[in-house]
């Protein structure tokens, strides 16, 4: 069982140091300690813990937090762990915001700053609060558990499906006497390995994708043959047209081959989405839309992928990996892009044994105190690298063009540079991937002179180019030269309408070559690869798709 936690949250980096140290000394031994510097960052570790089933036993907040302050935050933290005990932290000005806090919003105590000597001021308090929280009583959160080996492809394949799915689980590994006797009791040897235990004592041995969401309840069938739109695709283009599709009455259904969210899902923090002030977690983005899709009446599959497109008159046929087809009036392709393949040599053995593409939020932990290479130079690196500089000692950026203002933006470009633990290295290029059965070095070539350098490192994280995922599509569908789909007036040729184009119209301003077939998001050609931009394409597009249905 892991220990339970006892986070704190403090906007001053040296209070923060200062509170979580005092913790240490004196509570390392039974309770982790996790501190955070603002109430966003605080919420995002807090969903991340739920994830991992861990329990949370105390939670300290300072009150004076700009944007959010502490009371806000315990607010919002009991959603998530209402049984932790919870605690302000408060200088003698704010004694009375303080009392009301506990009178209003459930607070248990107040801290007053500074709390010198700590074994009079800080130990008595935590004291309480941390019997109090083990006599109440708070048992593990009921999750899926997986056994594995630490550096298995398949184990990690399950892992982050379940994280970016928001199913809680256990991870064990059969390294330890606890993933061993797991592993008996389920009737299972290392040769089964990833084995996968359901909370309602299913046992599977190294399970497909699908296999794993039909235990944990995730729906992977369609319950009808025929819809009015057939989305394509769970990132935030999916997501929106899903949204306003099943809001404005359409039968509508989303097929995701892995887990919405798309890349955008494994963002550690999105700062610069409307109406999101303090940012927010890919996650955290992608868990709202989800449940907002599905309250409004829209259908969602996982861990299903569409393999095939016909046109059968006016049905558009899909055919799904299982065989099964689903038809529609109307099709919206929202498959997103994908991370290109490192150009280095063993880097394609090591995937998922330290090589990862996109930020694989699972291995966080795995990552404390290690050097960490992130490669790429776009926001979604850049994000990352903010992301384990929290538990990491050090992250090497490796961009390979000479700045990062060309691809990434501002804001995150000063925070990168105002974080000492993150070093830069552009004109940078990984040659070589090498280790025993795991990443354990990487080899660094400097493009401008040539020069390599060997890299001692176990977590390589890799965000480079995107290639759009059209490949099973049909020959006729219009793409531009790097495979992108071509929509609306980009299929004009010199004013004329696209060979073998049927309706008396133009294409709309979405559709592709085949009439009722729509793009929305990264997939298509010369779109705005931002979240936001996703989001209103998707939300046009079914627009276009009622325009389509009243004038085919």
């Known amino acids: 069982m892991s220990k339970p936690i006892v986070l704190t949250v403090d906007d001053d ?202 235990k944990i309840g995730l729906s992977t069938s369609p319950s009808e043959d025929f819809y009015d739109l057939v989305i394509v695709g769970g990132g935030p283009a999916g997501l929106g047209a899903a949204v306003y599709g099943a809001s404005e009455g359409l039968r509508t259904v989303l097929v995701e081959s892995s887990a919405t969210g798309g890349q955008a899902g494994q963002s550690s923090r999105i700062e610069n989405y409307l109406g999101f002030p303090d940012g927010v977690s890919g996650g955290q983005l992608t868990d709202r839309a989800r449940r907002q899709a599905s309250r409004l009446g829209a259908e969602l599959l996982t861990a299903r992928k569409v393999v095939g497109l016909e046109c059968h008159g006016p049905k558009r046929v899909l055919t799904l990996d299982d065989g099964r087809r689903v038809a529609a009036h109307a099709v919206l392709l929202a498959t997103g892009v994908s991370y290109r393949r490192l150009n280095a040599e063993g880097a394609d053995e090591m995937v998922g044994r330290g090589v990862f593409y996109g930020s694989a939020a699972t291995e966080a932990d795995a990552c404390a105190n290690e050097h960490v290479v992130i490669v790429g130079g776009a926001n979604s690196a850049g994000q990352a690298a903010m992301f384990f500089s929290r538990q990491a000692s050090k992250v090497t950026l490796a961009v390979r063009g000479p700045d990062l203002e060309r691809s990434m933006s501002h804001y995150l470009i000063q925070q990168i540079r105002a974080n000492d633990r993150i070093e830069v290295r552009t004109c940078t290029e990984v040659s070589a991937c090498e280790g025993d059965g795991h990443l354990q070095k990487i080899v660094l070539r400097d493009s401008v002179s040539g020069a390599t350098e060997d890299v001692e490192c176990g977590h390589l994280f890799v965000f480079i180019g995107a290639a759009p995922m059209t490949d099973w599509l049909p020959d006729d569908l219009a793409r531009d030269a790097s495979g992108f789909l071509l929509t609306g007036t980009d299929l004009m040729d010199s004013g004329n309408r696209p060979e073998g184009w049927a309706p008396n119209r133009d294409p709309y301003h979405l559709e592709t070559s085949i009439p009722g077939v729509f793009v929305a998001g990264d997939v298509r050609s010369a779109s705005v690869k931002r979240v936001a931009s996703a989001v209103g394409e998707g939300a046009m597009a079914v627009t276009l798709v009622h325009q389509y249905l009243a004038h085919p």
Do not use: C
């Open 13 to 214: 980096p040296s209070v923060s140091r200062a509170v979580a140290r005092d913790l240490r000394r004196r509570y390392a031994e039974d309770y982790r300690i996790v501190r955070a510097d603002s109430g966003a960052e605080a919420l995002e570790s807090l969903q991340e813990i739920r994830l991992r089933g861990d329990r949370v036993a105390v939670l300290l907040a300072d009150y004076r937090m700009p944007t959010m302050n502490g009371i806000e935050f315990l607010e919002q933290a009991m959603d998530l762990f209402p049984r932790a005990r919870r605690a302000l932290l408060t200088a003698y000005a704010d004694t009375d915001a303080a009392i009301e806090a506990i009178n209003l919003v459930d607070v248990d105590y107040y801290l007053l700053k500074p709390w010198e000597p700590p074994e009079e001021k800080l130990y008595p308090v935590v004291d309480q609060m941390l019997e109090t929280w083990a006599a109440a009583g708070d048992p593990e959160v009921e999750s899926t558990r997986i056994i594995g080996h630490r550096w298995s492809a398949q184990a990690h394949e399950v892992r982050d499906f379940l994280a970016r799915n928001g199913m809680p689980y256990h991870w064990y590994t059969v390294e330890e006497a606890e993933g061993r006797k797991l592993l008996e009791a389920a009737g299972a040897t290392e040769d089964d390995v990833p084995v996968l235990l359901t909370a309602g004592g299913d046992v599977l041995l190294n399970p497909s994708l699908s296999e794993v969401a039909d």
